[in-house]
């Protein structure tokens, strides 16, 4: 489906009746079981080793007979086990990810898997007054596709320009100055630094209307300094490469973030029962539109709350009080610069051999990376993990990586992949001392 296709199709969706809505992602749940049961092995055998077949989903409450899966699970099967027969892992597209757990996934898929990705984005930013002629400037980490600009991108249409973001904040404020974009969309972190910096040294007259985060959530004290040192309205997306698409964002009108259940079929548990309003519950996601590797009742790691509110604006998609526990830290350079975690996740997702990982900042010059390494490993291969991660900070911090045989928990459930231990004011929610 073409992005505007997809965007049109959305926009229309998200103005249905609840129980519309609800009747039709009933039916998207039925097809995607019955493909993920008749197709993919590693469902095939999950859903026989419970007695379930797809002919036992026939009202929404039925999902919840299906095992919720996790990220680990999913980690330790082969690919082939994981898309369906016929398909060759080989051929698919790949995209790995560790959330801020440090348990990195491959995900594979094929373009149309991901049709209502971008489109799902399109519809927050255009809730929020974007409009296709409006610039937008968003953030990247280096290694990730630049400039793949769709045809109607292309056409002037969305137009979007990329910052990076390892460099400098005063390099962006420069880049930003020039674009005067309508729009800013980044990471959590990065956008706190981004807020920082321009308190520290003021834009002049850049006005940027509309300020966008995902990856994270963005603190109070961050937001607040955007709004007033560009004028931004600032918004949460929450969405996931698991998901496919957006699960859930802020409204205009209403109090908390709309779940998007055209796309995502959301569920809040709390030992595995249906959460109540304001209980913090564990999102567990079904993505309705990933046939390649199905992702259904899918543990994301994550915390949100229910709101008991019903939407004011006139949309169907029930409403999430609260989104939480996507935490993951700074690294502080011994220069006082901070460096968002995403760098280190381009490097330990990719390197070889590495099950799973987390980064501790011990003290301002001395990291230990801890990894696993289910199969193996030789000195050469911590040696060329090292060297990456020293790459990526300041010279005179010294890097150690051990190999361990479990990572350190903050919760009996919850990895991080980024702990700091500096004392306090050198952490995420201090400002820096210069
Ligand atoms: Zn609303």
């Not at 596709?145 to 910052?163: A, M």
């Not at 706190?192 to 603190?219: I, N, Q």
Request: proline share 7%.
């Amino acid at each position: 489906m073409h992005g505007l296709t997809g965007l049109a199709r959305l926009t229309r969706d998200q103005w249905r009746r609840p129980a519309d809505l609800e009747r039709r992602q009933l039916r998207a749940l039925k097809d995607l079981i019955r493909h993920a049961y008749d197709a993919v092995p590693f469902y095939r055998e999950l859903y026989d080793h419970h007695g379930i077949t797809p002919a036992d989903l026939d009202n929404p409450a039925d999902l919840q007979r299906l095992p919720v899966v996790t990220r680990q699970q999913l980690q330790s099967e082969p690919h082939a086990r994981l898309v369906p027969r016929g398909v060759d892992p080989a051929r698919c597209l790949r995209s790995r990810t560790s959330g801020s757990t440090g348990v990195p996934l491959e995900i594979l898929f094929r373009p149309r898997d991901r049709a209502l990705f971008n489109p799902s984005f399109l519809r927050v930013y255009m809730a929020w007054g974007l409009r296709p002629w409006h610039r937008t400037v968003s953030f990247q980490s280096r290694s990730e596709r630049l400039g793949r600009r769709s045809w109607y991108q292309r056409l002037g249409i969305f137009r979007n320009r990329v910052l990076l973001s390892r460099d400098d904040p005063d390099r962006w404020i420069d880049q930003l100055r020039r674009a005067r974009p309508y729009m800013i969309h980044g990471y959590s972190l990065t956008l706190k630094l981004l807020a920082e910096a321009l308190d520290g040294r003021p834009a002049g007259d850049l006005r940027v209307p509309l300020v966008t985060s995902t990856s994270g959530v963005l603190d109070d004290g961050a937001r607040r300094l955007l709004e007033r040192t560009l004028g931004a309205r600032v918004v949460d997306i929450y969405a996931s490469d698991e998901a496919g698409s957006v699960i859930a964002w802020e409204c205009p009108r209403c109090a908390g973030y709309h779940l998007s259940t055209d796309t995502v079929a959301t569920e809040l548990l709390v030992d595995g029962r249906p959460a109540r309003p304001g209980e913090d519950a564990a999102v567990v996601i079904t993505n309705l539109t990933a046939r390649t590797m199905p992702f259904i009742r899918y543990d994301q790691g994550d915390v949100a709350r229910l709101s008991d509110r019903s939407p004011v604006c006139g949309r169907g998609f029930p409403l999430l009080e609260e989104v939480r526990g996507r935490a993951a830290d700074f690294i502080v350079l011994g220069s006082g610069r901070r460096l968002t975690p995403h760098p280190f996740f381009l490097v330990l997702d990719h390197a070889l051999g590495v099950g799973q990982w987390q980064i501790v900042q011990e003290e301002v010059d001395r990291l230990r990376v801890a990894v696993t390494m289910p199969d193996g490993h030789t000195l050469a291969s911590l040696e060329a993990i090292r060297r990456a991660v020293s790459d990526l900070v300041e010279p005179g911090t010294a890097v150690e990586v051990e190999v361990v045989d479990r990572l350190e928990r903050s919760s009996p459930t919850k990895l991080r992949s980024v702990i700091s231990r500096l004392p306090a004011g050198r952490t995420p929610d201090g400002r820096l001392s210069p």
